[in-house]
């Protein structure tokens, strides 16, 4: 059975920021082959939301306030250890109904990996920058509105 949690950084515990911490670097760091400053001053300043299950955090992603990373309200860190099933899909969509329901986003803008782009079309957001290279992937900028 999977549970979603929300919380800001200061009501996570010392297990769940070790365990979010641990899973983003699995992926974003090792799995990606991708040397770079993960851990950020953002999180501070960020929502957190994850579904977890008896194994632990199987997807999660951070909310950041407009102003942070971009004028507009953002979606960051996306990930899913269940992949294939939907998964990533569910966490997205309530990252962005808190997003608006919390931070009142009329526009959420996201910087996407360029071969994620065909996954986030799928829930509305639409490319509006050229591609360009962060921590050496190619990225876009993607925006709902």
Do not use: N, W
Not at 46 to 59: E, M, T, V
Not at 66 to 82: D, F, H, M, P, Q
Request: charged fraction near 30%; hydrophobic fraction near 40%.
């Amino acid at each position: 059975m999977m549970s979603l949690v929300i919380k800001k950084f200061e009501e996570l515990t010392l297990e769940e920021l070790y365990e979010i911490l641990k899973v983003r670097v699995e992926v974003f760091v090792v799995e990606q082959k991708c040397a770079y400053q993960e851990i950020d001053a953002k999180d501070k300043q960020s929502l957190h939301l994850y579904f977890r299950d008896s194994r632990g955090i199987q997807a999660y992603l951070r909310i950041l306030p407009a102003g942070l990373s971009y004028k507009e309200v953002s979606i960051g860190r996306v990930i899913t250890l269940k992949r294939g099933c939907g998964l990533g899909g569910e966490i997205l969509k309530e990252g962005i109904k808190v997003a608006q329901e919390r931070f009142q986003a009329d526009a959420i803008r996201i910087g996407a990996q360029v071969y994620a782009k065909g996954f986030y079309e799928k829930f509305g957001f639409k490319q509006v920058s050229k591609e360009y290279i962060e921590d050496g992937i190619a990225h876009i900028q993607m925006l709902l509105q």
